[in-house]
């Protein structure tokens, strides 16, 4: 099979391939482990993402993502021709075109670097496409309707909001809070107050086992191991669902400010189908338990989940790209 496009969610947690025909191929972390003397990539990806925190002196694994916005170029450009390789097999006589998602919050500098980056990879073409349209797509909105549609997505780096109308943004933010700012929270909670140092895979597998936006009234418990602060001895405490809440609290309040923000930037036409049709969420963070309570209590809008919530980014980036024609005009920038 000739396969001619393909679009992707470069994700500062994950990296999602999508084929047309074929739908997500590739769902791996966004981690590149680089030999420390000559910069040699050695691993990408879920093996890479195992290196973490355990690598020797000789090996770094980093994620060449932050916020959203590409950190590091050329491991970037590395990382995306593992990828585009991988969903598309060994020869081929043909180029693709490449649609990649980012956060309608960047700058110029930083579309380019990632239109850039991923010509660098082997694409014929790059196209730009801003993740709150995807994610409204992905989310089975009709985003092209005259009503106003609400959508929060939440990623590892970025939390992306916006009031989607005819097909395209009349209201939107960025901030850069996601589930990568809530692992660290969790890792400095669980220090000052437990006394003990845990490594981010740690946090964030605390956060899926027991996390929740409020207090639960059956409390969840966890064992996780980290180093004691004081004797520097390895260490295993339990920990309940009521230190994940304290820990996030502040982050989700960062990601309600933003809602709210946007909420008041909308026409009143719009918030009153906002209101009736409430905000959709989606993004891997969006699955952490009573998050989209929180959000309701504090803005008084019903809010939901979609359906397969961490992989709405990457299936609008697969439709807009089968619909190419339609949406070129509109809200892509192309390389």
Do not use: W
């Not at 990879?121 to 790059?126: E, Q, S, T, V």
């Not at 395209?168 to 850069?176: E, F, K, L, P, Y």
């Not at 390895?234 to 923000?261: C, F, N, Q």
């Amino acid at each position: 099979m000739l396969i001619k496009k393909i679009g992707i969610d470069l994700g500062t947690t994950n990296v999602l391939v999508y084929v047309p025909k074929r739908g997500i191929v590739i769902n791996e972390p966004s981690v590149v482990a680089l030999s420390q003397q000559d910069r040699k990539i050695l691993a990408v990806g879920t093996e890479a993402k195992e290196m973490l925190g355990r690598t020797p002196d000789t090996i770094i694994a980093q994620r060449p993502l932050k916020d959203g916005v590409i950190a590091d170029y050329k491991t970037t450009a590395v990382m995306l021709r593992y990828f585009v390789n991988k969903a598309l097999g060994g020869v081929r006589l043909f180029r693709p075109e490449v649609m990649v998602a980012v956060p309608a919050g960047i700058t110029s500098t930083e579309r380019r670097a990632v239109i850039d980056a991923t010509i660098a990879a082997g694409a014929k073409a790059a196209y730009i496409i801003k993740e709150p349209i995807v994610a409204a797509i992905g989310a089975d909105i009709p985003i092209g309707s005259a009503s106003g549609h609400m959508i929060i997505d939440i990623g590892g780096g970025t939390s992306e909001m916006a009031v989607i109308s005819l097909g395209g943004i009349v209201a939107n933010t960025s901030v850069r809070i996601g589930g990568n700012k809530l692992d660290t929270a969790i890792a400095e909670h669980i220090r000052k107050r437990h006394g003990l140092t845990i490594g981010e895979r740690t946090a964030e597998r605390a956060k899926i086992e027991i996390g929740s936006a409020l207090y639960l009234d059956e409390k969840l418990t966890t064992d996780i191991r980290g180093r004691d602060v004081v004797t520097g001895l390895p260490k295993t405490i339990t920990i309940s669902s009521d230190d994940i809440t304290d820990a996030v609290h502040d982050s989700l309040v960062g990601i309600i400010e933003a809602a709210k923000e946007v909420l008041r930037q909308t026409p009143p036409e719009l918030s009153a189908d906002v209101i009736d049709k409430g905000m959709i969420m989606s993004g891997g963070s969006s699955q952490l338990r009573n998050i989209d309570q929180l959000l309701s209590k504090a803005t008084g809008v019903p809010a939901y989940v979609a359906d397969d919530a961490l992989l709405c980014v990457a299936k609008g980036t697969g439709i807009a790209l089968e619909n190419l024609e339609s949406y070129k005009r509109s809200i892509l920038a192309s390389s």
